[in-house]
């Protein structure tokens, strides 16, 4: 049985996916261990690196041959473009997705660039120079690639029931993580009973 966890960059699905695998003993397939050394490269403010987030820069048959093979009764799977993917998406039979509205952009900014900074961005962060300032190339790597993808492109995460035809748990990736833990805890549950 595999469900799946979904949501863009700092919506709380790693998290969740990571605490719910120990109580439930599942195995976690995180998308993210699947880039490329190859991954697509872009220009960005005077750089060239490699741009993780387009579908591109995953190797999503790898990981569909790691499912494939994987015997495990019970497997999760932690991606930001959980749904880009056909050949994983259809090996789902349920999804909790974290998402985020436009208007959450600040609480999102935050969150990734205190993940990999250790502290927030500055407020005048597009005033000054990414060059010179790890925070403020971090800050503006998130609005401009990683934010403006995953919003313009919610195929990439987004499941509906009607399309998809499986169970789907939609949570706010700005509510308490509490709540959603204990709500991924409760679908999680109940979804289990009812394929027993």
């Known amino acids: 049985m595999k469900i799946g ?3 863009m960059s700092t919506s709380g699905k790693s998290t969740v996916a990571k605490l719910m695998a120990k109580e439930y003993n599942a195995k976690v397939y995180h998308s993210d261990r699947y880039f490329k050394s190859d991954a697509p490269r872009c ?4 750089r060239s690196i490699r741009n993780l987030d387009l579908p591109a820069a995953t190797a999503w048959d790898l990981l569909y041959e790691d499912l494939s093979e994987d015997e495990s009764p019970l497997i999760f799977i932690d991606s930001f ?3 880009y993917d056909e050949s994983i998406a259809s ?3 349920a999804v909790i997705q974290f998402e985020y ?3 959450d952009f600040q609480v999102a900014l935050n969150r990734r660039v205190i993940r990999s900074q250790g502290m927030p961005p500055p407020e005048n ?3 000054l120079d990414p060059k010179r ?3 403020v190339f971090s800050a503006l790597y998130f609005e401009e690639i990683v934010w403006s993808i995953g919003i313009a492109h919610p195929e990439y995460w987004k499941f509906t029931e009607e399309e998809d035809k499986i169970p789907i748990l939609t949570l ?3 509510d308490p993580l509490d709540l959603n833990i204990e709500l991924s805890r409760e679908f999680i549950r109940q979804f289990l009973i009812s394929q027993k």
């Open 43 to 46: 220009h960005f403010h005077g």
């Open 81 to 83: 473009q959980l749904h």
């Open 125 to 127: 962060y597009h005033d």
């Open 101 to 103: 509205k436009e208007e």
């Open 172 to 174: 706010s990736a700005t």
């Open 91 to 93: 090996q789902l039979d």
């Open 5 to 7: 966890f979904s949501g």
């Open 133 to 135: 300032n790890r925070l």
